[in-house]
């Protein structure tokens, strides 16, 4: 007879019919058509982002800069690319994957990528989920050959 006896307390069990490098392609799916929809510069609604502020009377704004470095001059979070750049799919697994800004700043400067897109979202609406980046990853998964388990 043994002297203890093994006692659960907390089980968890894991149902998911991917595994965490599909979740990751998933993720990167995700990703990739919100930077495409930021650079295209439409907000979570799918709709043309608000125009950049122009500039005072007399003197040149940003969209002024934008457009003299060639850039277009609409609100599309891209003036070096370090910001779009650093949008990766942080973590993944079975459960879920998480997409984010890589906490690393542009040389010479202090602020964050993360920083930078918290605060170009709180002019813009524009880092999200729209109803478009919805219907990517629908497809995705839906692309996604089905595996039915049989009982023997």
Known sequence: MPRFQTVVRRARFVYSPYTASEMQGFAQVLADTIRARIQSGQNIYDQPAAPLKPGKAGRRGYPD???????????????????????????????????????????????????????????????????????AVLAAFLARPIVMLKAA
């Not at 609409?74 to 003036?79: E, G, H, P």
């Not at 700043?105 to 897109?117: H, N």
């Open 65 to 135: 800069y934008k457009a003299a470095r060639g850039l277009q001059p609409i609100r599309d979070w891209t003036w070096s690319g370090h910001t779009l750049r650093c949008l990766k799919v942080l973590t993944a697994n079975e459960n879920r994957a998480a997409i984010g800004f890589l906490d690393e700043a542009m040389p010479g400067r202090r602020q964050t990528a993360s920083q930078i897109a918290f605060y170009n979202n709180q002019r813009e609406r524009q880092w999200g989920v729209s109803p478009r980046d919805r219907q």
